[in-house]
């Protein structure tokens, strides 16, 4: 069992940054591949950004790549997503999941356990 809670979300402007973190419970966090999700209202849930058990691998939606960095902190059981550049269109609650399967999953379905989710609002 493993759970997971967001935070770092809020209200920012057009182009700026935020940081999300993602704390995780248990001695285990090492054993999962985690993943970013986002859902913007009336729409369905989209994969963000992906990261590997040790870090090795990343993947992220098109929608953002050059603007979101996924990392992670074994040591303190956390994951985080930098993301900068933001635009309105990045409003969204975002949710960190983890997924015990081998390699790094872009599907919802994949996930075994999801956090609360943090709202990020970005203002024009």
């Known amino acids: 069992q493993v759970q997971l809670v967001e935070s770092g979300g809020g209200l920012v402007q057009a182009g700026g940054s935020l940081r999300l973190s993602c704390a995780a419970s248990g001695r285990t966090f090492s054993s999962y591949n985690m993943g970013w999700f986002r859902q913007a209202p009336g729409k369905e849930s989209e994969f963000v950004a992906g990261?590997?058990?040790?870090?090795?691998?990343?993947s992220y939606a098109d929608s953002v790549k050059g603007r979101f960095t996924v990392s992670r902190d074994n040591a303190k059981n956390t994951v985080y997503l930098q993301m900068n550049s933001l635009k309105p269109e990045d409003t969204a609650v975002y949710y960190c999941?983890?997924?015990?399967?081998?390699?790094?999953?872009?599907?919802?379905?994949?996930?075994?356990?999801w956090g609360q989710g943090t709202q990020v609002t970005v203002s024009s």
């Open positions: 990261i590997s058990r040790l870090s090795i691998t990343t």
């Open positions: 999941a983890a997924d015990s399967g081998v390699a790094v999953a872009d599907t919802g379905s994949s996930y075994d356990y």
